[in-house]
């Protein structure tokens, strides 16, 4: 297995382009199945998790076809999708366990065949995670659900979903975006009450207008959606990644450098983070293509920060800002409120020196002088972020194993932080 190692210590200084989002991509490059006709994504990062979800989705009939490959840091791909027929509506258990947003084919394919039936994903690394306010969401506007065998079958009588007045208890990113797109071509009118207000939805809710949907109260908690007939094909540009941003943003201040994070809209797509990270000591300053960012004061400032559905702090960033308060002024508590399970990076941060005690889900953190190089274990895409910032200015070398991790979310990280000037390699094998 491969390792990142990194010699710690190095300040950061430059550019770095944004990809496209991860979490953007992956509900678009799944709208590609509610229309017959070719359906352009450009932008898109060129990371594992994309490649598993363009294997799912040839599963079921989606031709993919690489228009523009990407090959500079500064430019993503260009992908042409075409689904004239639906080959099948199965969602194969080996392909959904690796990647949980495969459960984002099932309200396109309800919505176009008038039945899905999809692998349950179980659990992950960072919780339970289930899928019950989908399939309320779907049994709303009409469909029967069953479950057999470890999968969910889904079937709208009569072979088409009704509009619905869908509420959920809670807000739910992957809910939220997989009732929008099966509403799009149900017949009247659906209701999202409590919808999930990312940026990666409203990027959703803009392209499926581009497609012909009818779609209002976009950024809102309430979305209605006007079921149309037929979806036709768009050309799209899938949004900067703000988690990446910000993760670079915070190597900028741990490291004492200046980074331009290279992407359009960032600032406010990076709000809730952007608050937080300002109370920290962070600068932001927009520029014509992007956001510099820095730290303004000596010392990263301690903070008291719970993460929270957007417009708050977002729980991808949690384990980021979690490195980075390691070396605090004085003391941090950070509060996880979204997943049950997502203080992984704790143990190893803690190898590396860190002084953090967890109750529960509120982490407790006094801040050090230094850091130390450790072997360290990535756990997951986030976690694995953490480590290797902490990489980034420990004393000496850290080894971050069980990188694949990364691979899902980082395009090209350490081609990036390199041209930034960081110490960091990629060895082949060399992991655990
Ligand atoms: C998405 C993001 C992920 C991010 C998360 C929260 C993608 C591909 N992934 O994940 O990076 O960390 O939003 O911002 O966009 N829940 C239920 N029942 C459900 C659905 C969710 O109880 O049916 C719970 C979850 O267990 C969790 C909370 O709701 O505690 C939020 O999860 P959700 O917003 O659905 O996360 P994802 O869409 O899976």
């Known amino acids: 297995m491969d390792r990142i190692a990194i010699t710690g210590g190095y300040r950061l200084e430059g550019e770095i382009p944004i990809s496209g989002a991860k979490n953007a991509a992956l509900p678009l490059m799944c709208a590609s199945l509610l229309t017959k006709d070719p359906f352009i994504l450009s932008n898109l990062p060129q990371l594992a998790d994309i490649s598993t979800l363009k294997l799912l989705l ?19 791909r260009t992908i042409s999708f075409t689904t004239e027929v639906i080959t099948s509506t199965v969602a194969p258990y080996d392909i959904v366990r690796k990647m949980r947003a495969s459960i984002l084919v099932l309200g396109p394919l ?48 009569g072979g088409r979903l009704k509009g619905g007045n869908v509420h959920f208890p809670m807000i739910s990113v992957g809910a ?17 009450e409590n919808a999930a207000r990312e940026p990666e939805i409203s990027d959703l809710v803009n ?17 209605e959606i006007v079921g149309v ?11 900067p990644d703000r988690i990446e ?97 997502r203080f992984m990076h704790v143990p190893e941060l803690t190898r590396m020196g860190a002084d953090i005690t967890v109750h529960g889900s509120t982490a407790t953190l006094r801040g050090i002088d230094q850091l130390l190089g450790a072997p360290v274990m990535a756990t997951d895409l986030r976690a694995s972020m953490s480590l290797i910032l902490a990489g980034l200015v420990a004393d000496r070398q850290t080894f971050v194993n069980r990188i694949y991790h990364l691979d899902r979310g980082y395009e090209r990280l350490v081609e990036k932080l390199s041209a930034v000037g960081a110490k960091i390699i990629r060895d082949a094998n060399l992991g655990i």
């Open 229 to 239: 007939d037929n979806l036709h094909g768009a050309e799209y540009a899938v949004m």
């Open 245 to 341: 941003a910000g993760s670079y943003a915070i190597a900028a201040a741990m490291t004492r450098g200046e980074i331009e994070l290279k992407g359009k809209d960032l600032m406010d797509a990076m709000r809730g983070t952007i608050g937080i990270l300002r109370e920290a000591g962070l600068r932001f300053q927009e520029t014509e293509g992007g956001i510099v960012a820095t730290l303004g004061t000596d010392k990263v400032k301690g903070i008291n920060v719970s993460t929270q559905p957007y417009p708050g702090f977002p729980t991808d960033m949690q384990a980021q800002v979690m490195a980075m308060m390691t070396l605090c002024d004085g003391a941090s508590v950070i509060n996880e409120t979204i997943f049950e399970n």
């Open 176 to 192: 939220t975006e997989n009732i929008l797109m099966a509403a799009t071509l149900a017949s009247g009118t659906t209701t999202i």
């Open 58 to 76: 040839k599963g079921h009939g989606v031709r993919a076809k690489v228009l523009n490959c990407g090959k500079s840091l500064d430019q993503g």
């Open 110 to 157: 309800l919505a176009r065949m008038g039945e899905a039936t999809v692998s349950l994903p179980g659990g992950c690394a960072i919780g339970n995670r289930p899928i019950d306010l989908h399939l309320k969401g779907f049994e709303e506007m009409g469909a029967t659900i069953e479950l057999e065998e470890g999968y969910v079958r889904a079937v709208a009588p």
């Open 207 to 223: 392209c499926l207008n581009a497609m012909g949907a009818n779609i209002k109260g976009i950024g809102t908690k309430t979305l």
